[in-house]
T-cell receptor, first 117, second 111 residues
Framework: GAVVSQHPSWVICKSGTSVKIECRSL??????MFWYRQFPKQSLMLMAT?????????EQGVEKDKFLINHASLTLSTLTVTSAHPEDSSFYIC?????????????FGPGTRLTVT | DAKTTQPPSMDCAEGRAANLPCNHS???????VYWYRQIHSQGPQYIIH???NNETNEMASLIITEDRKSSTLILPHATLRDTAVYYC????????????FGKGITLSVRP
């Protein structure tokens, strides 16, 4: 199946700093990528939809100025958590569609665990 | 997107079939039924999806009722590595279409 990677797999940062997470589709091109956040013992919550070459679409309640998304190429999307605070500590997961059209599955990255101290 | 309802948990014995139910009574005619699973601290893994016909792949079978209001994911020979949270999701077609995750069902496979 299609492979999606994330880097880093885990990161610890100090409060007030910014952290960038990369999501790459390794063996396919993706015009659309998605970013999710998952808190302990909770389900995945969609944060935003990232489209190559255009602005991301954020879900209600997600601060677009805090979670900056850039989808500069068909294989790379980045999520930057700006001025991180301890409440931003979470498991961040991206996904991508290898094809457009009907009934195509999304493939997920392995996730990035962010801890803000 | 239509919502799904799953029991919170179930268990089965290793080597036996695991039948995971899902209700999606408000599903629209063009919405697909997807199943993903998430093993602890990993990204979700795609299992199978279908529209109205039953589907089978190397991982599982998906049985969708004729009225499409419910479905069952079948793992034919469960192993300990199948212990995970399984999510049943309905999704519209299209590259921009979202996957909305509910709470899923926790499957525990016992030795």
């Amino acid at each position: 199946g299609a492979v999606v990677s994330q880097h880093p797999s885990w990161v610890i940062c100090k409060s007030g700093t910014s952290v960038k997470i990369e999501c790459r589709s390794l063996d396919f091109q993706a015009t659309t990528m998605f970013w999710y956040r998952q808190f302990p013992k909770q389900s995945l919550m969609l944060m935003a939809t990232s489209n190559e070459g255009s602005k991301a679409t954020y879900e209600q309640g997600v601060e677009k100025d805090k979670f900056l998304i850039n989808h500069a190429s068909l294989t790379l999307s980045t999520l930057t958590v700006t001025s991180a605070h301890p409440e931003d500590s979470s498991f961040y997961i991206c996904s991508a569609n290898p094809y457009s059209g009907h009934g195509r599955e999304q493939y997920f990255g392995p996730g990035t665990r962010l801890t803000v101290t | 997107d239509a919502k799904t309802t799953q029991p919170p948990s179930m268990d089965c014995a290793e080597g036996r079939a695991a039948n995971l139910p899902c209700n999606h009574s408000t599903i629209s005619g063009n919405e697909y039924v997807y199943w993903y699973r998430q093993i602890h601290s990993q990204g979700p893994q795609y299992i199978i999806h279908g529209l109205k016909n039953n589907e089978t792949n190397e991982m599982a079978s998906l049985i969708i009722t004729e009225d499409r209001k419910s479905s069952t994911l079948i793992l034919p020979h469960a192993t300990l590595r199948d212990t995970a949270v399984y999510y049943c999701i309905v999704r519209k077609p299209g590259a921009n279409s979202k996957l909305t995750f509910g709470k899923g069902i926790t499957l525990s496979v016992r030795p």
